[in-house]
């Protein structure tokens, strides 16, 4: 475009008045020259060069053919940096200025008075669809990195598991009525269900193989209790009802197992070093609480260990308690792991190295899981350190074990002296045969003395 009136770009404040319509806005600029993109990907290529302040091919081209018959003109940019690169490239004088800014604007709201032969319908979705792909290209969009499936796949399954604890509960009910032994016979779940469902009746056990469900001791065990159970008889129309809700247990549970590798996977493509660090289930449960990975990335690790416990933070600082030492990292395995005393420091520690893993594997461009493995290593040998409590020497080898001084009671302590108990004559312990038979006789004769006298 070719301004037309120079005076009127002066009055910058004023200068949106001179394009209020389309015929205000010929008098001020004229079409100069104007040139179509093939399609939308060198749209996309054109529009990036120019965010990055590059020149490209085509832009390049035009300036030569158009401007350079013009060289005593000034070029107005909207883009310093680009004017820079104009200049230096094709060695044309560019003006950058407010009143450049003002002038652009202008023109962006009656550019289709401007340049003619481009219906607004087109206009629109052309801005759109560029739009669209410029958004995915700054971002550098890969259909890999999308957290968004995790947390629809964790929550997902959280609201299975929900479902099948009270479609299993509701069957062990419901068919204990009639087999009320089979319950405490078979503790799992699935089991459970898929005896029912190939059995049905309690009477047809007998006759039924259950060898591919159950073991020969329990099957012999079901078979026994079967025959002498204190349960109801019941229609088949209430079979048939029980039988087509183990179908259902059954199929939730498959497609539960299902998802949860589907999440695994997604988690070792998105965040490897979070999934090594804390495990998948936690790692996506992190990133559902905060929203995306990105979010998660800019927490602190403090904060990395409270997620999940804000209820019991807030509560704890409203009543002036001591607060929460985890919220969701408890799960982890490494804080299972170690006792009681030590979860706090454990948790502690794992929060800070798990705000490391995240922001490397939200941020970083390498996809490698080494970092989390080290990182790992590192907690495990606290771990290891706080359970010996200190008897492992941190300086030197580390592999001695320090040499513990044997105890040793330097208190004096006062023994009780049982000879004041007793008025008889202390006698030695150790005495000689000879002074014992003296003693016996004396003994003797004293008594036969005493018995004399008293005759």
Not at 48 to 63: D, H, Q, R, W
Not at 411 to 422: A, I, L, Q, T, Y
């Given at each position: 475009?070719?301004?037309?009136?120079?005076?009127?770009?002066?009055?910058?404040?004023?200068?949106?008045?001179?394009?209020?319509?389309?015929e205000?806005a010929?008098?001020?600029?004229?079409?100069?020259?104007?040139?179509?993109?093939?399609d939308?990907?060198?749209?996309?290529?054109?529009?990036?060069?120019?965010?990055?302040?590059?020149?490209?091919?085509?832009l390049?081209?035009?300036?030569?053919?158009?401007?350079?018959?013009?060289?005593?003109?000034?070029?107005?940019?909207?883009?310093?940096?680009?004017?820079?690169?104009?200049?230096?490239?094709?060695?044309l004088?560019?003006?950058?200025?407010?009143?450049?800014?003002?002038?652009?604007?202008?023109?962006?709201?009656?550019?289709?008075?401007?340049?003619?032969?481009?219906?607004?319908?087109?206009?629109?979705?052309?801005?759109?669809?560029?739009?669209?792909?410029?958004?995915?290209?700054?971002?550098?969009?890969s259909?890999?990195?999308v957290?968004?499936?995790?947390?629809?796949?964790?929550?997902?399954?959280?609201?299975?598991?929900?479902?099948?604890?009270?479609?299993?509960?509701?069957c062990?009910?419901?068919?204990?009525?009639?087999?009320?032994?089979?319950?405490?016979?078979?503790?799992?779940?699935?089991?459970?269900?898929?005896?029912?469902?190939?059995?049905?009746?309690r009477?047809?056990?007998a006759?039924?193989?259950?060898?591919?469900?159950?073991?020969e001791?329990?099957?012999?065990?079901?078979?026994?209790?079967?025959?002498?159970?204190?349960?109801?008889?019941?229609?088949?129309?209430?079979i048939?009802?029980?039988?087509?809700?183990?179908?259902?247990?059954?199929?939730?549970?498959?497609?539960?197992?299902?998802?949860?590798?589907?999440?695994?996977?997604?988690?070792m493509?998105?965040?490897?070093?979070?999934?090594?660090m804390?495990?998948?289930?936690v790692?996506?449960?992190?990133?559902?609480?905060?929203?995306?990975?990105?979010?998660?990335?800019?927490?602190?690790?403090?904060?990395?260990?409270?997620?999940?416990?804000?209820?019991a933070?807030?509560r704890?600082?409203?009543?002036?308690?001591?607060?929460?030492?985890?919220?969701?990292?408890?799960?982890?395995?490494?804080?299972?792991?170690?006792?009681?005393?030590?979860?706090?420091?454990i948790?502690?520690?794992?929060?800070?190295?798990?705000?490391?893993?995240?922001?490397?594997?939200?941020?970083?461009?390498?996809?490698?899981?080494?970092?989390?493995?080290?990182?790992?290593?590192?907690?495990?040998?606290?771990?290891?350190?706080?359970?010996?409590?200190?008897?492992?020497?941190i300086?030197?080898?580390?592999?001695?074990?320090?040499?513990?001084?044997?105890?040793?009671?330097?208190?004096?302590?006062?023994?009780f002296?049982?000879?004041?108990?007793?008025?008889?004559?202390?006698v030695s312990?150790?005495?000689?045969?000879?002074?014992?038979?003296?003693?016996?006789?004396?003994?003797?004769?004293?008594?036969?003395?005493?018995?004399?006298?008293?005759?």
């Amino acid at each position: 475009l070719q301004v037309l009136n120079e005076k009127k770009l002066q009055e910058v404040d004023s200068l949106w008045k001179e394009f209020e319509t389309p015929e205000k806005a010929n008098k001020i600029v004229k079409l100069k020259h104007f040139e179509k993109f093939q399609d939308t990907t060198e749209a996309l290529a054109a529009s990036t060069a120019l965010v990055e302040g590059k020149l490209s091919k085509n832009l390049k081209k035009i300036l030569k053919k158009i401007v350079a018959k013009d060289a005593h003109e000034q070029l107005a940019v909207a883009d310093a940096k680009l004017g820079g690169v104009i200049k230096e490239k094709l060695n044309l004088s560019c003006i950058h200025s407010p009143m450049v800014t003002e002038l652009m604007r202008g023109i962006r709201s009656q550019i289709e008075g401007l340049i003619t032969g481009l219906p607004s319908r087109e206009m629109a979705a052309m801005c759109l669809g560029l739009a669209h792909s410029l958004s995915r290209y700054k971002l550098k969009f890969s259909p890999d990195k999308v957290d968004t499936m995790i947390i629809q796949a964790i929550s997902l399954l959280d609201d299975l598991d929900k479902e099948l604890n009270n479609y299993i509960m509701r069957c062990r009910e419901w068919y204990g009525w009639h087999f009320p032994e089979l319950g405490k016979i078979i503790t799992d779940n699935l089991t459970y269900c898929k005896c029912v469902r190939k059995v049905g009746d309690r009477s047809n056990f007998a006759s039924s193989d259950v060898s591919d469900i159950l073991s020969e001791e329990i099957e012999e065990e079901v078979k026994a209790a079967a025959e002498i159970s204190m349960g109801t008889e019941v229609s088949e129309e209430d079979i048939n009802n029980i039988i087509h809700l183990c179908d259902q247990v059954i199929e939730i549970s498959e497609y539960r197992s299902q998802l949860y590798d589907y999440l695994k996977n997604r988690m070792m493509a998105i965040a490897p070093n979070l999934t090594i660090m804390v495990g998948e289930l936690v790692g996506a449960r992190l990133i559902a609480h905060a929203g995306s990975l990105l979010n998660l990335a800019k927490h602190p690790a403090s904060t990395v260990q409270l997620l999940g416990a804000e209820k019991a933070l807030f509560r704890a600082l409203k009543t002036k308690r001591d607060t929460p030492k985890f919220g969701l990292i408890y799960h982890a395995s490494l804080v299972g792991q170690t006792n009681t005393k030590n979860k706090g420091k454990i948790s502690r520690m794992l929060a800070a190295k798990t705000a490391l893993t995240i922001r490397y594997d939200a941020l970083g461009e390498d996809t490698s899981a080494e970092m989390g493995a080290e990182n790992r290593l590192k907690v495990e040998t606290r771990m290891r350190h706080l359970e010996e409590r200190g008897l492992r020497r941190i300086s030197g080898t580390g592999k001695a074990l320090a040499r513990a001084d044997k105890y040793q009671n330097k208190s004096e302590v006062k023994v009780f002296d049982p000879s004041g108990d007793s008025t008889l004559p202390a006698v030695s312990k150790k005495r000689k045969i000879q002074e014992v038979e003296d003693e016996e006789t004396e003994v003797s004769v004293k008594a036969k003395k005493f018995k004399a006298e008293t005759k």
